[in-house]
């Protein structure tokens, strides 16, 4: 039997988690996946098309003004917006191998807020 290399540091134990709910989770033109990255002082948010392999949108928290809690409320805003703006109504949420908690919680709220489905 192969031995596999246990992960020994945070991010790859959140790599291998991101890995194991992206075997479920696909994103296509009509209904793309939301991705959700974060770092220590910024949240990044981008939809993506698996189907054609390419990014659709971007935004990340850099301009920001306040807390970051609040900065990523106003992420998950923009990105609907963007989203709104090519005729996307509906995502896939990938919450990137983070909890569904806190900051990737509150860039969802605030993408439901913008007006998209998930």
């Keep these: ?17 991101h ?6 989770v696909e994103g296509t033109s009509e ?10 002082k910024h949240i990044y948010a981008q939809l993506v098309d698996d189907g054609a392999g390419r ?3 971007t935004i990340s928290s850099q301009k920001g003004e306040g807390k970051k809690s609040e900065k990523s409320v106003e992420v998950g805003r923009q990105i ?12 896939v949420f990938d919450r990137g191998g983070y909890r569904y908690h806190g900051r990737v919680k509150a860039v969802a709220d605030g993408a439901r807020e913008g007006g998209l489905e998930f």
């Design 19 to 24: 890995l194991r709910v992206r075997k479920k």
């Design 80 to 91: 609907a917006a963007r989203a709104k703006e090519q005729g996307i109504t509906q995502v």
């Design 55 to 57: 990014t659709i949108t």
């Design 31 to 40: 209904r793309p996946r939301l991705v959700i990255f974060r770092s220590l």
């Design 1 to 17: 039997m192969p031995k596999m290399k246990i992960p020994k540091t945070r991010e790859e134990k959140r790599v291998r988690r």
